[in-house]
């Protein structure tokens, strides 16, 4: 009895999509072999569609979104409020609170938050550029600074620490 | 409030992992962000499986089996015990069958099971194939004919149906 059940591109093309949030080593082999099924409707697509991404995803360098763009979709939106400044821990947060069409605003993604016990301080987090974006004032805070005044931090109960603090603006 | 977070090349490859079973709409998304994450451990590694498996990908002509080779990696095992071949619905669960490490045969996949109702008779399977892998002895079945005489049959309840019979035999 084999152990591989099948040639060994099969079992990498399983076990790369194990490695997916979401998908076990089960449900990564119903997926390989839906895959295959769907050869020409969804195999092909999906492996331009990641070969596309692979070449020209990049990091926002203004909020840190990732898109295939520099500035990023909404940071290229000009109907943006640019007065509100949305903080983020990830991109998946930014992207959730896009999808809930709440806010018309600009984001910062923080790329995680403030853990001491994980070893993660202020230098790992996108804080200098946060600071940048807020103060847009030739970095001096004034009250005609009318730009970002209202910034909305949305990052998990852990994440506290990480909240930025200043007398009267946050 | 832009309906896309991100451009369309993302869009794009969250809604065709969205496909995939095990993942929904978020979980794919997820999945998205991750890839993105890991672009050279991840990203990279799994477009390339999907575009050999794209191409390379065969069906066996001689069981039904899916594998980079025809005659597939079981048929061409020649430490299989030719004697017992196992009818499954689908390649689904001939790997689930050998991953349990059970049986040392070989297998048939019959590609579904009759089903009236869905309209599925039994020129929609694999049954002519099977005919052919059972009746070794030029069609006859003779009480020399060693080969296939045990045939385990492992679909659903709802394949009763599709069960080889004949007298005697099955």
Redesign the interface.
């Given at each position: 009895?084999?152990?591989?059940?099948?040639?060994?591109?099969?079992e990498?093309?399983v076990q790369?999509?194990a490695?997916?949030?979401?998908?076990g080593p089960r449900?990564a082999?119903?997926?390989?072999?839906?895959?295959?099924r769907?050869?020409e409707e969804?195999?092909?697509?999906?492996?331009e569609?990641?070969?596309?991404?692979?070449e020209?995803?990049v990091v926002c360098s203004i909020c840190g979104?990732?898109?295939?763009?520099d500035p990023?979709?909404?940071c290229r939106?000009a109907r943006r409020d640019g007065s509100i400044l949305v903080v983020v821990e990830?991109?998946?947060d930014?992207?959730a609170l896009?999808?809930a069409?709440?806010?018309?605003a600009r984001y910062h993604v923080l790329g995680g938050v403030l853990s001491p016990l994980d070893g993660v301080g202020p230098d790992d987090l996108a804080i200098a550029s946060l600071v940048r974006a807020c103060s847009q004032c030739n970095g001096r805070w004034t009250d005609d600074c009318a730009l970002h005044r209202r910034c909305a931090v949305a990052v998990r109960r852990e994440g506290d620490a990480s909240r930025p603090r200043r007398a009267g603006r946050w």
């Open positions: 009895m084999a152990e591989k059940v099948a040639g060994p591109e099969i990498k093309l790369l999509l490695k997916l949030p979401g998908l449900s082999r119903r997926a390989a072999l839906h895959l295959i769907k050869r969804l195999l092909a697509p999906l492996a569609a990641m070969r596309v991404a692979q020209r995803i979104n990732i898109d295939t763009s990023c979709t909404i939106d990830t991109v998946a930014l992207w896009e999808r069409g709440l806010l018309n």
